[in-house]
T-cell receptor, first 111, second 115 residues
C-alpha cells in the first residue's frame, strides 16, 4: 500500500515557471523525504523534513510540511528543462527500516 | 565517496530462469534495502538488511530472496522468473538503521527484462 500520494500525477510547465507538487500521507511520521528520478534511473535524494519542521529550503527547492493535514508540498522555483523528472515523497514506517513511496509526480519542463 | 553501485545494469532472462543482482553500498553504510519499481505498482519495498541480518521483508513471494555479506555488499536473487518480474530493481544504502533520521541513497538500478 502507498503511504504517500502525490498530486498531481503529471505536471507540464515552461522553463522559468514554478512547479508545485503535493504529497499526502495517512499515518503519523517522523520525517518525510523527497526524491527525484530521471527517466528509468536511480532516485536522487532531494530533501528531508522532520515532523517538527514546517519549512525547509535547499537551493531552488522549498518543502513545507503540515502535520495537522498530513501533507507536504515541494516547490521548485524558476524551473529548468533539467528539472524534468519524476518526484516522489517517502516516509519511514514499519520499524523505521523501510521507506514507503508514493506513486510520484511526473514533471515536464519545456524550453 | 563512491555512490551505490549495482551490477549488472541491464539483464535479459527468460521465464523459469534464475537471476542474481548485486549491490555495493556507500563505504561505511551498513543498511541496504532493495526495491522493485514497475509502471503499474510503483516503488515497492522488497527487503532490508543491516549488519548481515534481514530486518524487514516486503510482500513478495518466496522466489525473491537476498543476503548481505560482512562487507555490507548485498545480493538479491529471484528464482523461477515470471514475466511480471520485469522491473527496475533499485538498491539503496544508509549509514544507520533508522530511516527516521538517516537518508537512503539509491543506486542506478538494474533493469531486468523477462521474456
Amino acid at each position: 500500500s502507498q503511504q504517500g500520494e502525490e498530486d498531481p500525477q503529471a505536471l507540464s510547465i515552461q522553463e522559468g515557471e514554478n512547479a508545485t507538487m503535493n504529497c499526502s500521507y495517512k499515518t503519523s511520521i517522523n520525517n518525510l523525504q523527497w526524491y527525484r528520478q530521471n527517466s528509468g534511473r536511480g532516485l536522487v535524494h532531494l530533501i528531508l523534513i522532520r515532523s517538527n519542521e514546517r519549512e525547509k529550503h535547499s537551493g531552488r527547492l522549498r518543502v513545507t510540511l503540515d502535520t495537522s493535514k498530513k501533507s507536504s508540498s515541494l516547490l521548485i522555483t524558476a524551473s529548468r528543462a533539467a528539472d524534468t523528472a519524476s518526484y516522489f515523497c517517502a516516509t519511514a514506517l514499519s520499524g523505521y527500516s523501510t521507506l514507503t513511496f508514493g506513486k510520484g509526480t511526473m514533471l515536464l519542463v519545456s524550453p | 565517496k563512491a555512490g551505490v553501485t549495482q551490477t549488472p545494469r541491464y539483464l535479459i532472462k527468460t521465464r523459469g530462469q534464475q537471476v542474481t543482482l548485486s549491490c555495493s553500498p556507500i563505504s561505511g553504510h551498513r543498511s541496504v534495502s532493495w526495491y522493485q519499481q514497475t509502471p503499474g505498482q510503483g516503488l515497492q519495498f522488497l527487503f532490508e538488511y543491516f549488519s548481515e541480518t534481514q530486518r524487514n521483508k516486503g510482500n513478495f513471494p518466496g522466489r525473491f530472496s537476498g543476503r548481505q555479506f560482512s562487507n555490507s555488499r548485498s545480493e538479491m536473487n529471484v528464482s523461477t522468473l515470471e514475466l511480471g518480474d520485469s522491473a527496475l530493481y533499485l538498491c539503496a544504502s544508509s549509514l544507520g538503521p533508522d530511516l527516521r533520521t538517516d537518508t537512503q541513497y539509491f543506486g542506478p538500478g538494474t533493469r531486468l527484462t523477462v521474456l
